[in-house]
């Protein structure tokens, strides 16, 4: 367990509330799921928890349950929209591990042979680029068949 508090001010939590715009590309009751705006590869997307949770050491399971299935539909889309040859689903907890958004998250990216992460360098993608990222994904999980 974190020692730490919960901070409602944290940047996902604004985002969560709407004070913040994000590209989302999939909700529901228990989750959503968004482009990072700072993105280490093509089709970068944050899938966060609604409910608050600062990582993943004091989540309980009622969270965890809805957000890892919904964090494996994002991969498969991802996978698709982006015709990947795999993906990687990050995940940190504390400073120590690199955590620096203290809203329990985890971070789905279309990988390709060949090409290594970018580094997390501060830099924006354009809005443009983020809009159209998240509506190939939208795409490939309204063609998902149902499980």
């Known amino acids: ?57 004091d989540a309980g399971a009622e969270i965890l349950g809805p957000l890892m299935r919904t964090v494996q539909r994002i991969a498969r889309a991802a996978k698709r ?24 998250h985890f971070h789905v990216i279309p990988r390709f042979e060949g090409q290594p992460l970018e580094p997390h360098s501060g830099a924006m993608e354009k809005p443009e680029v983020l809009a159209a990222n998240a509506e190939k994904v939208r795409q490939a999980l309204a063609a998902e068949p149902p499980h």
């Open 1 to 57: 367990m974190s020692t730490a508090p919960y901070d409602d001010q944290n940047i996902f939590a604004k985002i969560l509330r709407g004070e913040i715009p994000s590209h989302q590309v999939y909700t529901d009751a228990d989750t959503v799921v968004f482009m990072d705006v700072m993105p280490q590869g093509p089709g970068h997307m944050l899938v966060v928890p609604r409910a608050p949770s600062r990582n993943l050491l």
């Open 81 to 104: 929209a982006f015709a990947a040859d795999g993906v990687t689903v990050m995940q940190f907890n504390e400073p120590a591990s690199g955590q620096t958004v203290f809203h329990l």
